[in-house]
């Protein structure tokens, strides 16, 4: 049986590290960080996650701003609102819930926020940097951090390992391979183009599963082993739950539990790990 990564209990011991330094950073220097966050319209999900942002800020210690504008607010006025905020000293972060609303250019509010701000690591520069050899990003996205950063304290070498990303998406797949690809592991992306998809899996020492299919990984496609990191999040019908649903990863949990070596659930794996990244960017930033 496979050795489960608390994703919970990791996060935990980073926030209680920042919440340290916060402390000291205001002790010695008298800044406090500070973190913005811009929601444009009202879908529910996203007005969540940057409730949730919010409040982890401010157990932290650090100060929290929130801004909101309307579904019908135009660009101009969000990339008015990011280049005011960018301005600011007491804001060292600056996040804008993804995603934006239709017809809204993602790549042109990103751009406007300045790379030393760029704590949710979407800037366009920043996710190239990832790419180049010798160059450090200013920060890189949250959740492919959260990944690194759970291999990293539960002692898994990654130079020198295969590793096979499942997903090509921007926000994980894509910047979380070159991540692993700059700590000298051999990378390969799968996707939907991909012929004899398990042969591939098969071969990994470390497995990312991140294409947002409801348990697509099944044994059969791991390497006896393996670690395997699962970022899905999918939500299926459960009628035993009072909710009548409830959460699930992108692997087949209880069947690949007992061929990896070592696994992370959903939830309690990756997703607490997501917003103590963030955290730790924008202490970054203050600190800088």
Known sequence: MATIIDGNAIAAAVRAEIKERVAILKA????VPGLATVLVGDDPAS??????????????GMTSFGYTLPATASEAEVLALVQSLAARADVHGIL????LPRGMREDAVLGAIPLAKDVDGFHPSNLGMLGLKNKRAAFAPCTPQGCIELLTRTGVTIAGKRAVVLGRSAIVGLPVGLMLLARDATVTYCHSRTVDLPAVTRE????????GKPRFV?????????????????RIDDPTR??????VGDVDFEAVEKVAGAITPVPGGVGPMTIAMLLQNTLKAAEA
């Not at 010695?28 to 800044?31: D, M, N």
């Not at 099944?218 to 999918?234: H, L, Q, R, S, W």
């Open 204 to 211: 990994a020492d470390i497995l990312i599963a991140a294409i």
């Open 47 to 60: 007005a969540v996650y940057v409730r949730n942002k919010r409040k982890a800020c401010e157990e932290v």
């Open 242 to 247: 009072k909710s009548g649903s409830r959460l």
């Open 28 to 31: 010695t220097r008298g800044i």
């Open 96 to 99: 804008t819930q993804l995603p």
């Open 218 to 234: 099944t044994a059969d496609m791991v390497k006896p082993g393996a670690v395997v990191i699962d970022v899905g999040i999918n």
